[in-house]
């Protein structure tokens, strides 16, 4: 498998024109390849998982791909804000979203990205990301749409209003196949996937406007779902692409702020994700933080150790396949 990274900036101005939007690298190994497919990943992500998160799709499409040759785009909505460190990053390695329109794209993957508002609409790159959402349904043959963005995307498409949840649903899932479908096939009837998010979509709402539930889980609610427009939509509630430490950094973060009195509730354990002595250190932990609430009391955050039963990667990668499969049309 061969992954080809092109970064192309839209240069205008009455004396330099635009350069060419593809690299000969890239033409000479699209001549050599069976299939070579054009996939933008639109990385909304915070700042301190932009770089993970491309290295988390980089990895599954690398391992997903076989022999065919993936054409990577990063992209990422104006409206998100960013560090100066971050839109740094974006500017030397992300492509222009309006670019979009001249690239000849099979499939999107698009990101969430932290909530701002409590109302979608409110978020300020609503509408940047309703618009994706129309160009991808009518440009691409399918986009994966991922935790908020999916969120985002049912409310614009059919009125599906997110429902608050009690507490944030952090953690590693089993979740179980609900029906047999092309995106799902060679993966086993119970798998494990990290969700981490505050809001959920309902599976009775989704059915009543055609969606399709392939899989969901007693705790956790739905996990990926689908939708055929013009474009197939693929919808995450959970995140496949996670890393095996993903969720630590989370919750990491979130004790963090808690302590830096950034927010009012100390955050919970992620389920199924910590093993049991990790556990009761950081229980023992949140009882100090809400005493001696102080960001230097970061310092002594236990080390974690995570369960050796919950990493994902190899059904992510299945369904990663399956997925470039149906682009390529196979």
Same mark, same amino acid.
């Given at each position: 498998?061969?992954?080809?990274?092109?970064?192309?900036?839209?240069?205008?101005?009455?004396?330099?024109?635009?350069?060419?939007?593809?690299?000969?690298?890239?033409?000479?190994?699209?001549?050599?390849?069976?299939?070579?497919?054009?996939?933008?990943?639109?990385?909304?992500?915070?700042?301190?998982?932009?770089?993970?998160?491309?290295?988390?799709?980089?990895?599954?499409?690398?391992?997903?791909?076989? %022999?065919?040759?993936?054409? &990577? !785009?990063?992209?990422? #909505?104006?409206?998100?804000?960013?560090?100066?460190?971050? *839109? =740094? $990053?974006?500017?030397?390695?992300?492509?222009?979203?309006?670019?979009?329109?001249?690239?000849?794209?099979?499939?999107?993957?698009?990101?969430?990205?932290?909530?701002?508002?409590?109302?979608?609409?409110?978020?300020?790159?609503?509408?940047?990301?309703?618009?994706?959402?129309?160009?991808?349904?009518?440009?691409?043959?399918?986009?994966?749409?991922?935790?908020?963005?999916?969120?985002?995307?049912?409310?614009?498409?059919?009125?599906?209003?997110?429902?608050?949840?009690?507490?944030?649903?952090?953690?590693?899932?089993?979740?179980?196949?609900?029906?047999?479908?092309?995106?799902?096939?060679?993966?086993?009837?119970?798998?494990?996937?990290?969700? %981490?998010?505050?809001?959920? &979509? !309902?599976?009775?709402? #989704?059915?009543?406007?055609?969606?399709?539930?392939?899989? *969901? =889980? $007693?705790?956790?609610?739905?996990?990926?779902?689908?939708?055929?427009?013009?474009?197939?939509?693929?919808?995450?509630?959970?995140?496949?692409?996670?890393?095996?430490?993903?969720?630590?950094?989370?919750?990491?973060?979130?004790?963090?702020?808690?302590?830096?009195?950034?927010?009012?509730?100390?955050?919970?354990?992620?389920?199924?994700?910590?093993?049991?002595?990790?556990?009761?250190?950081?229980?023992?932990?949140?009882?100090?933080?809400?005493?001696?609430?102080?960001?230097?009391?970061?310092?002594?955050?236990?080390?974690?150790?995570?369960?050796?039963?919950?990493?994902?990667?190899?059904?992510?990668?299945?369904?990663?396949?399956?997925?470039?499969?149906?682009?390529?049309?196979?």
């Amino acid at each position: 498998m061969s992954l080809v990274f092109d970064k192309h900036r839209f240069v205008s101005g009455l004396a330099l024109p635009p350069t060419s939007l593809r690299q000969p690298s890239a033409i000479g190994h699209r001549h050599n390849a069976d299939t070579v497919l054009t996939i933008g990943l639109i990385n909304n992500m915070p700042d301190a998982a932009l770089q993970a998160t491309e290295r988390q799709f980089k990895g599954l499409l690398k391992a997903a791909a076989g %022999s065919s040759i993936v054409d &990577l !785009r990063y992209f990422s #909505l104006p409206s998100v804000r960013r560090s100066a460190a971050a *839109q =740094s $990053r974006i500017e030397r390695f992300y492509t222009r979203i309006d670019d979009l329109d001249r690239l000849n794209i099979d499939g999107l993957i698009v990101t969430g990205a932290e909530p701002c508002a409590v109302f979608l609409t409110e978020e300020p790159y609503w509408q940047e990301l309703t618009d994706l959402v129309d160009w991808a349904e009518a440009n691409t043959r399918s986009t994966i749409w991922s935790c908020l963005a999916a969120h985002a995307a049912v409310l614009h498409l059919d009125g599906i209003e997110r429902q608050p949840l009690r507490q944030k649903c952090s953690g590693v899932f089993d979740c179980s196949k609900a029906i047999d479908d092309w995106l799902t096939r060679d993966i086993p009837s119970s798998i494990k996937v990290s969700h %981490s998010r505050l809001n959920e &979509l !309902r599976a009775s709402d #989704l059915l009543a406007r055609g969606y399709r539930v392939l899989t *969901q =889980s $007693r705790e956790a609610g739905v996990d990926i779902f689908t939708k055929r427009l013009r474009s197939h939509f693929v919808f995450f509630q959970g995140h496949p692409e996670y890393d095996p430490m993903s969720l630590s950094r989370e919750y990491r973060r979130d004790v963090g702020r808690f302590l830096a009195r950034e927010r009012e509730t100390y955050p919970a354990i992620p389920f199924g994700y910590f093993d049991f002595d990790t556990e009761q250190r950081l229980a023992s932990f949140a009882g100090r933080a809400w005493c001696e609430r102080t960001p230097a009391l970061m310092a002594e955050l236990p080390r974690p150790s995570i369960r050796p039963d919950n990493a994902n990667g190899a059904m992510a990668k299945v369904i990663f396949r399956n997925w470039l499969h149906y682009l390529a049309g196979r």
